[in-house]
């Protein structure tokens, strides 16, 4: 049986859960006592655990398992409500000088569950800088931006560096654990597939994460066109959101010709897959006149999954040489 029937078949025998890639705010996954990073990973995204489970280099599942899920727990444990500024800033902080303290060698007690996996993962990996280094302080960077913004509007800025955080990290962590050690193009094509996919992400949530507290439009915006963060609607809001989209559909032109130039044919299966999943969006988006809607579907089904991934693996079939400089 060829690769590519053998990772579809799999995806038929996938059970159908609750997903997306970068799940609203208002979906949180809370595992309870002796919850393992492949439970938690599956309750939150089916696409992403069928990504490690079938892509992801032999040897590493368990490590990516506890790379996504820990930040998933952390995400959420943020975003709950009861946690109010100064509980936000405390946990984070803590997580902060957990990680330098790991990567010093420390040996560290007292941990929770989710940070026992943190430690076990920072363990694994001796050989620094990684591309899974890169993946947790980058990410922990996101969830410091998060902590700061929420209630406020920030900056375009500011939110330029935030998307620059997750989309380095994201990327860095695709090549960590799929096809480690393998050759991969850099320059300015290297993060523009992800960014792609959080300018979008951003969109999609809008209104759940206002609903938080998060306000995804910069303060300039606002400010010269006189709205305020909820007037969604408007046509000034409309125009900034028709802005982003073209941007997002930029940015995948330019990823999808890095991810063409892989030489790992899973990690070319991995990203086609994962773009794929945020222009559906974006062409929802466009569909509505750049009107950002409450919700979008927020379900992925098998055959979601199986549709995605015979699409990925046509594009992904053959490479497209581009200069090669750099390793994860």
Known sequence: MTNQTTLLAALQHASDLPSDPTRSRTDTAQPGTGSSP?????????????TIRFLVDRGRARQAFQAYAYFRWLDDALDRPEQGMVERAALTSRQADLIERLYRGETVVDLTAEERWLAELIASDPNRPSGLEAYIRHLLAVMALDTRRRGLAISAAELAAYTHHLAAGVTEAMHYFIGHGRATPSGALRYRAVTGAHITHMLRDTYDDLAAGYINIPAEVLTNARIGPDEIDSLPYRAWVEQRVRLARACFADGKRYLSALACRRCRVAGFAYTRRFEQVLDLIETDGFRLRRSYPDRVSV??????????????????????????
């Not at 492949?38 to 069928?50: D, F, I």
């Open 38 to 50: 492949e439970a938690l990973t599956r309750a939150a995204s089916l696409q992403t655990y069928v």
């Open 303 to 328: 055959g979601d999954l199986v549709r995605l991934g015979a699409e990925a693996l046509q594009r992904a079939w053959q490479p497209t040489p581009i200069r090669v400089v750099s390793r994860a």
